[in-house]
């Protein structure tokens, strides 16, 4: 696990937001590509709360240094935050572990930063790690389904278990 003790609060909010852009990249690909069209749903959900972090984070950062621009880098260590990495080769299972490791980070992520942060702006970084968590196991009855029938992410579901 890589420590955030030494880095800003500044600096981290700025990887959080990097990581809750890329997330909901990754998850707007993947739902651009799921023909099960529950799936595809969930991505879209999962894509629409990523994009929404990054609001709040944003917000949160205003709110804690006002009139300071937030600095986005253009990656994010993965030990620190992995990214979900999609391969031609990836299969849908791999796909969605990666994406539950992910979350599992950032979850772990929001709950170490909000010991960083005065209440009561540490609620924000306390509810995001629940978020996160939710979606973790959201990711991981797909990756069960995924893992027991082969074409889950290519087929209604209908198709899927007839």
Same mark, same amino acid.
């Given at each position: 696990?890589?420590? +955030?003790?030494?880095? $800003?609060?500044?600096? #981290? &909010?700025?990887?959080?937001?990097?990581?809750? +852009?890329?997330?909901?990249? =990754?998850? *707007?690909?993947? *739902? $651009?590509?799921?023909?099960?069209?529950?799936?595809? !749903?969930? @991505?879209?959900? #999962? *894509?629409? !709360?990523?994009?929404?972090?990054?609001?709040?984070?944003?917000?949160?950062?205003?709110?804690?240094?006002?009139?300071?621009? %937030?600095?986005?880098?253009?990656?994010?260590?993965?030990?620190? #935050?992995?990214?979900?990495? &999609?391969?031609? $080769? $990836? =299969?849908?299972?791999? %796909?969605? /572990?990666?994406?539950?490791? *992910? !979350?599992?980070?950032?979850?772990? @992520?929001?709950?170490?930063?909000?010991?960083?942060?005065?209440?009561?702006?540490?609620? %924000?970084?306390? /509810?995001?790690?629940?978020? !996160?968590? =939710?979606?973790? @196991?959201? &990711?991981? =009855?797909?990756?069960?389904?995924?893992?027991?029938?082969?074409? /889950?992410?290519?087929?209604? +579901?209908?198709?899927?278990?007839?």
């Amino acid at each position: 696990m890589v420590s +955030i003790a030494r880095k $800003s609060v500044r600096r #981290l &909010l700025g990887y959080a937001v990097r990581a809750e +852009i890329d997330s909901n990249r =990754s998850y *707007a690909r993947l *739902a $651009s590509r799921a023909k099960n069209p529950l799936l595809r !749903e969930k @991505f879209l959900v #999962l *894509a629409f !709360e990523e994009k929404k972090h990054k609001e709040v984070l944003t917000k949160l950062f205003e709110s804690l240094y006002q009139g300071e621009k %937030i600095e986005v880098p253009d990656a994010v260590d993965e030990k620190l #935050l992995p990214v979900v990495h &999609l391969r031609p $080769s $990836s =299969s849908l299972a791999d %796909i969605l /572990y990666q994406a539950m490791e *992910a !979350e599992r980070s950032a979850q772990d @992520f929001y709950l170490r930063l909000a010991k960083r942060v005065r209440p009561p702006k540490r609620k %924000i970084l306390e /509810y995001l790690s629940k978020v !996160e968590k =939710s979606h973790y @196991f959201m &990711l991981r =009855s797909e990756y069960a389904m995924a893992q027991q029938f082969e074409d /889950y992410g290519e087929r209604d +579901i209908d198709k899927v278990v007839t």
